[in-house]
């Protein structure tokens, strides 16, 4: 396996996520009401909540698609800024641009970013074959299946090692047994590269097999329920009886409002 360098990493210190008091509104309607909550470098952290409780629209505000109403989001103390920070966002659909390789689009950030070359090359062959498309580098995305599709934007969100990785429901259009095999390919790639993730999902079980902390949200007005920690093992054995256990604690709290 190509190993990579310290090179890429940035500053543990980097990736210390706070949020406070995030509140977006349209008009009258609020629908993310003060919500705060800080991430550790190197955390995976996953959200869930109701449909329709704003779960995209939090994504939004935090990758700064959305102007949050009032409150502040800050990286190592410093404002979130696309502009300075890495910020990279896998969305509930795969994307990609049809006219660039698979190998192309993966380096796609990594271009706009201006990398050098070299980093280019090295860390484009690291993270392929991190994610099983290092013989696909020459192919076009309607030239591969579904799975590999979003393995291709996973890659590609991973490549340029944002200081914080958000992710959509990423997995939800997939059948139960590929959803298991990419969601074993993410943790992989989160425990090999120490990214930081917010990764949020409807899907309760997902949210217990990949993540540190569960953080629960409320309907609308959305504010931030209860936290739930991980304590598991990796790998995750999905029928064990504390597996089962945080996942009831999960549901039971997504149950009653």
């Known amino acids: ?13 980097s990736a210390d996520i706070k949020v406070t008091s995030l ?9 993310l009401d003060n919500i705060s909550f800080s991430i550790r470098q190197g955390e995976m952290v996953a959200f869930v909540g109701p449909t329709g409780c704003g779960k995209t629209t939090f994504l939004n505000c935090l990758a700064g698609l959305t102007p949050a109403t009032s409150g502040s989001i800050t990286i190592a103390g410093v404002p979130a800024d696309p502009a300075v920070h890495n ?3 896998v969305f509930q659909e795969p994307t990609a641009l049809p006219w660039l390789t698979v190998a192309e689009n993966i380096a796609f950030g990594m271009r706009i970013k201006r990398m050098p070359s070299p980093a280019i090359r090295e860390r484009l062959a690291a993270i392929a ?10 192919l076009y995305p309607n030239q591969i299946s579904a799975s590999m599709m979003q ?12 200081d914080l990785l958000l992710m959509d429901e990423p997995y939800g259009q997939m059948d139960v047994k590929l959803r298991f095999y990419l969601e074993d390919e993410l943790v992989r790639l989160w425990q090999t590269l120490q990214s930081t993730v917010l990764f949020v999902t409807h899907n309760i079980e997902e949210a217990v097999y990949i993540a540190d902390r569960i953080l629960v949200l409320s309907a609308k007005p959305t504010t931030i329920k209860a936290e739930v920690p991980v ?3 990796r790998p995750r054995d999905v029928v064990s009886q504390e597996f089962l256990n945080i996942r009831r604690t999960v549901t039971e709290l997504i149950r009653w409002w």
């Open 87 to 89: 910020l990279a966002y």
């Open 23 to 31: 509140t977006k509104s349209f008009g009258d309607l609020t629908v």
């Open 1 to 13: 396996m190509v190993k990579i360098k310290a090179v890429f990493m940035p500053d543990p210190a």
């Open 231 to 233: 304590n598991l093992p």
């Open 151 to 162: 393995r291709l934007a996973v890659a590609r969100a991973f490549a340029v090692h944002p």
């Open 129 to 138: 074959e991190l994610v099983g498309l290092a013989d696909m580098g020459n």
